[in-house]
């Protein structure tokens, strides 16, 4: 079955994209992926659950999964290995997603130099805006005087079209190792 994974949380805040929005791009994926019987799950730690469930409920549980706190970091590395896409953050799922080679679209707040600090791979799509006050170099989303305009200025529909272009272009082969960049 393909899958495609999204990781909604970080390590911060800051750079979280707002959780309406993933709630959104999640029926947009399931309306325009054209995979009648693939699967979209939602991953993070157990303390997220709660959270993401909020995302998640909307959505038939055969289609869209809140994994969080569910799986062993093996199974959760092996569940990016095998994805048609990733989407996170900028965020460690999302810059290990780049690095097996995975489609990966990483959202990426303006908390950070995107140049020096996003995601690397050759299937990897970063979205951000880049705006008067970043970076910002704050490191909590409450800090941000500005609401966060960085994250919520990036539609669900932006997203989910680098996704369905994404999953379209890629050359991942399920499960692969990532080629050697040498």
Not at 28 to 38: E, I, K, S, T, Y
Not at 135 to 161: F, K, Q, T, Y
Request: glycine share 10%; net charge neutral.
């Amino acid at each position: 079955m393909n899958t495609i994974v999204i990781a909604p949380y970080s390590n911060s805040s800051i750079r979280d994209w707002p959780a309406a929005h993933f709630t959104t791009l999640i029926g947009l994926l399931l309306d325009g992926w054209n995979d009648p019987d693939g699967l979209i799950r939602v991953t993070g730690t157990a303390g997220q659950r709660l959270r993401t469930n909020a995302i998640v409920r909307p959505y038939p549980s055969g289609r869209v999964q809140n994994d969080c706190g569910r799986l062993e970091w093996v199974d959760l590395v092996q569940e990016l290995r095998n994805a048609v896409c990733v989407i996170g953050n900028n965020s460690g799922i999302a810059h290990l997603a780049g690095s097996f080679g995975v489609p990966t679209v990483c959202i990426f707040g303006g908390s950070h130099q995107r140049r020096e600090w996003r995601p690397l791979g050759f299937q990897v799509t970063v979205l951000s805006r880049e705006i008067g006050c970043s970076p910002c170099h704050l490191d909590h989303g409450a800090r941000c005087p500005n609401g966060l305009a960085c994250l919520w200025d990036i539609s669900p529909e932006e997203v989910a079209h680098a996704v369905l272009k994404a999953i379209a272009g890629s050359t991942h082969t399920i499960g692969a190792a990532a080629p050697d960049p040498a």
